[in-house]
């Protein structure tokens, strides 16, 4: 493997620039080359609901760092509007397409990374493309949805979805003083949670004013003879709506390596091993197109998370420029939150047990985030999973007030190490009224596994 | 040793409690009494910083569960104001004082816990006893000081000791708008932080304002013609006082223990193994008064915790009653707030590392506690040891605005299991821009060290 010659990255946010920073930093004289779809290098996706919530004064808050910058500090040549369209392994270049001159080229390259991210899953119904219907996916249309808001000022939301991106959209609009509905064809939102601990969730959401309607489908937009959206119909009912956001799931932008006959994985995503390499010698992958390892499961998963990206990115960026490094894995872990409520979990839930046909025993338990007489203390819900004969921890959830949900790195940490519930009990954690009962409720919920 | 016979617990605070509870839970028949010094059963010491600022309704919010709860809902003999003032290994009974009436008796026991506590240290110097001057140790003490301040308005306060309740109650007392000196004799607030984030505190204590006085030592309490205090003496200067609070830590309460002839370990604490007990057959301790065994420095400790006091109450029951589980060990791992800014420590500091001949490395990092871009973040600072050979991470300090301090407990997760900072990089924190950067705090500060 060539570790010294020209580095071609594809894609242009997270993992792609992690990595090429990293390799940047140890091979100062290397020649690197990214081509970017789109026009903004590694920006911050998870922040636009709060982008268009108002909360942030700029979307340029949400880019770390301009294209320009990476040119001139880091003499890495990043290319935006560049689509590569082909990968050719046994010659080594990649075809790629200057989108603002609409013209193709070839660039050679000794060893590249795939960093392509992932797309929203759009369902092919009628009026799925109308104006006012927008997929939160690029920094791109998270301005859309801005400018929308902005301009055509709608009075009523209508959000297909109920995972992370329907969560927070909710948020956002709600902050804004729209009239906010959702669907999910789910008998629950957030299918990662257990069911017991979505619905103290949904619960929330629909007595802070988010109009819920479960186990229906979306089935068409109505448009009007503008090509404007006035209506989403499911097969029970129609609502009107001026804005719609489909927050569907995504889907790995895995295709360019599928054609280059590079081998995919879970969920269609980009195969790699620990060190982020590829089945094609001298290719590697990171960020939302790649698989991961997941450390309950013990076996290829697909997350596509910020903080997974950047792993995947410093990893590869290491292992690329000489380095021989792995990237153990992931658990799910996973935070949001909805108005006042946190939410979090991580490892598996009694879905994935019960898939993975293990046997185990759960806890979940009601106690408070501070000391009960604190005044901010809040209500916390925490659940537990342990294997049966082991009692190694599995997985946990969490949903509550203020300073809920970061406590779930305590459960990461202890399922990463792999403890038992007993250990989890043993944790000498932090106490003081301001901050946890005597007993931290992940340990109040462990107490209940031993 | 008799797991059936009567159990006599000395000391009716958290971890004599904590037994009692246990051991009525797993032994519903068995014959348990408790004596207890003072005038209440276990009750919250650690918020009466809370209470006396007054942001706590009523001192009764700190009690956990009163006399008369113990000894109908559960059965339990609980006799307060009732002080065993000695206890006989041979002929196994123990002498105690019914300080209401005065009166000496002997109870016999087949199973004795001791749970005696720990006292805050005075100063042998003139005045240290008069009216004005207090030790924040009981909730009566916690109560009188209260009632001094509705009663005295006392405008200027000062305190003597940077540590956990000397900050505590700086807070409390700019809460209520007195005037706040601050003495200590070391050149630093909080000895268990290292003087580099230890600044971090102690600048924002005095941006608040308060007045800190370093390396200077209290000499003498005067007082004026009635016994009230007028003025505090140290080697440089004389201040003006209406109120004092001694905060210069504490000692176990383990005279009892040691005239009976019962082994004392660290810091003159009952010794006790990982099963709560002591050298004495059948005899028991556990909380403030006893020994912990310390996960990093590996050697026998004392830390006078509430978390730690309910964990050795509750091994120690389990034990009494038939069981047979260990205490793994401490951390020294520990949590406060002044004002807007949260300190938490665990592990070792590098002053320990030192004193244990160990070869590390320390990183330090200032961040933010949420993405930079989101309205409520804050800064933070983390700082981490780790040993030179092998990356096993040995501490953690943080110090930052709100969501800081808890993720402390990523770090005692991480030491007590005995990650390396690698390992600590590679966990699946949670990310989202309302929580954390990307990479959590401790996570870059972990990068640092690999």
Redesign the interface.
């Known amino acids: 493997m060539d570790k010294k010659g020209k580095l071609v990255v594809i894609g242009g946010d ?1 993992a792609g620039m992690s990595a090429a920073l990293k390799v940047r930093r140890e091979q100062p004289k290397r020649e690197i080359v990214v081509f970017e779809k789109g026009e903004h290098t590694p920006y ?1 996706a ?2 636009m609901p ?1 982008y268009i919530a108002g ?3 700029s979307y340029d ?2 880019i770390a760092r301009k294209p320009e910058v990476f040119r001139k500090k880091q003499n890495i040549a990043v290319h935006i509007r560049h689509e590569v369209i082909a990968i050719d392994l046994q010659e080594k270049w990649v075809e790629v397409r200057n989108l603002e001159k609409d013209e193709v080229f070839r660039e050679s390259s000794d060893s590249l990374l795939i960093a392509t991210g992932a797309s929203p899953l759009l369902p092919d119904l009628p009026g799925i493309r109308s104006k006012g219907v927008f997929a939160l996916s690029s920094l791109q249309s998270g301005m859309d949805i801005f400018r929308f808001l902005e301009e055509e000022k709608p009075g009523k939301a209508v959000i297909v979805g109920g995972g992370y991106i329907g969560i927070e959209m909710a948020e956002a609009f709600l902050e804004r003083g729209l009239e906010v509905s959702m669907l999910d064809m789910a008998p629950q939102v957030m299918s990662t949670l257990d069911p017991d601990i979505a619905t103290v969730l949904s619960d929330y959401m629909q007595a802070e004013g988010v109009t819920l309607y479960l186990e229906e489908k979306l089935q068409e937009i109505e448009i009007n003879e503008k090509g404007s959206l006035t209506r989403v119909v499911t097969e029970k009912r129609t609502l009107d709506a001026d804005l719609v956001i489909l927050g569907l799931g995504i889907k790995p932008n895995a295709g360019l390596a599928g054609k280059a006959g590079i081998a995919l994985g879970a969920n269609g995503a980009v195969r790699v091993d620990k060190k982020m390499q590829t089945s094609a010698e001298a290719v590697w992958a990171a960020g939302d197109c790649a698989t991961s390892y997941h ?1 309950v499961k013990q076996e290829e998963t697909y997350v596509a ?4 990206a ?2 995947h990115g410093l990893v590869a960026g290491i292992n690329l420029s000489g380095g021989d490094v792995e ?11 909805f108005r006042e409520l ?1 939410i ?1 979990r ?1 490892g598996i839930s009694e879905k994935e047990a019960n898939e993975m046909g293990l046997k185990f025993r759960a806890a979940k338990v009601d106690t408070y985030t501070r ?5 901010e203390s809040g209500k916390i819900t925490v659940k537990l999973l342990a294997e049966k004969e082991s009692g190694w921890l599995l997985g946990g959830q969490i949903v509550g007030k203020a ?1 809920a ?6 459960l ?3 399922i ?4 038992t519930a007993q ?1 989890v ?12 009962p ?3 409720p992940v340990q109040t919920a462990a107490r209940r596994l031993v």
Do not use: H
């Open positions: 997270a911050a998870c922040g709060y909360m942030v004064d808050d949400l450390l998370l910020g903080t997974v950047n792993k990237f153990p894995g992931v658990l799910g872990t996973a935070i949001t939150k946190e979090a991580t000391s009960a007489y604190y005044p300073g949900g970061k406590r779930i790195d305590t990461a940490t202890a990463a190490s792999g403890m250990q009990v043993d944790l000498d954690l932090a106490y003081a009224p301001p901050f946890s005597v007993w931290d």
